[in-house]
T-cell receptor, first 112, second 112 residues
Framework: NAGVTQTPKFRILKIGQSMTLQCTQDMNHNYMYWYRQDPGMGLKLIYYSVGAGITDKGEVPNGYNVSRSTTEDFPLRLELAAPSQTSVYFC???????????FGPGTRLTVL | AQTVTQSQPEMSVQEAETVTLSCTYDTSESDYYLFWYKQPPSRQMILVIRQEAYKQQNATENRFSVNFQKAAKSFSLKISDSQLGDAAMYFCGCVGAQKLVFGQGTRLTINP
């Protein structure tokens, strides 16, 4: 099993550009999450999904969009990138809410 | 909603000694779980230990144990026989209502 994979690993964007961060898991988990981690800080929840076709906002959803058309994939879309979105983005999945979350390796995004 | 507070931004310990990392939380959920995750310099998030809030018995995993004080909403992590590989950021987390909320983290340094 590959677990949770994220692409790309690194990306530099210009202000106003858009991009999609990809996340895929092969563990058949229903629950998937997107977090951002600013330097020296903890992880903050952006969006989450409890199954295909179902998504909901987390703590910091502004400037982001998600979709969940399959169990495996949970892409995060950034529209009109801003310097405040410079961060490391983590995708995670779990079989139920109260179980261990398995994290991807992260995507380091810089917006200049 | 949950809030998690880690009041120690940095801690250090001598190799082979014992260290305790503090965490307090607040939640309106009656059913919740508590976690400690470790993030080494590789950036990978790794589960250290998990505690079910309805269980009075403190969780243990080898050299890692917790002191769960439900009434005080306290969830500290004790690391015994500290090893160089324990050096990392440690995040306390609380999950309820499908969302995992993290504290700000404690950076643990191991002195040889």
């Amino acid at each position: 099993n590959a677990g949770v994979t994220q692409t790309p690993k690194f990306r530099i964007l210009k202000i106003g550009q858009s991009m999609t961060l990809q996340c895929t898991q092969d563990m058949n988990h229903n629950y998937m999450y997107w977090y951002r981690q600013d330097p020296g800080m903890g992880l903050k929840l952006i969006y989450y999904s409890v199954g295909a076709g179902i998504t909901d906002k987390g703590e910091v959803p502004n400037g982001y969009n998600v979709s969940r058309s399959t169990t495996e994939d949970f892409p995060l879309r950034l529209e009109l990138a801003a310097p405040s979105q410079t961060s490391v983005y983590f995708c995670a999945s779990t079989i139920t809410t109260y179980n261990e979350q398995f994290f991807g390796p992260g995507t380091r995004l810089t917006v200049l | 909603a949950q809030t998690v507070t880690q009041s120690q931004p940095e801690m250090s310990v001598q190799e082979a000694e014992t260290v305790t990392l503090s965490c307090t939380y607040d939640t309106s959920e009656s059913d919740y779980y508590l976690f400690w995750y470790k993030q080494p310099p590789s950036r990978q998030m790794i589960l250290v230990i998990r505690q079910e809030a309805y269980k009075q018995q403190n969780a243990t995993e080898n050299r890692f144990s917790v002191n769960f004080q439900k009434a005080a909403k306290s969830f500290s992590l004790k690391i015994s026989d500290s090893q160089l590989g324990d050096a990392a950021m440690y995040f306390c987390g609380c999950v309820g209502a499908q969302k995992l909320v993290f504290g700000q983290g404690t950076r643990l340094t191991i002195n040889p």
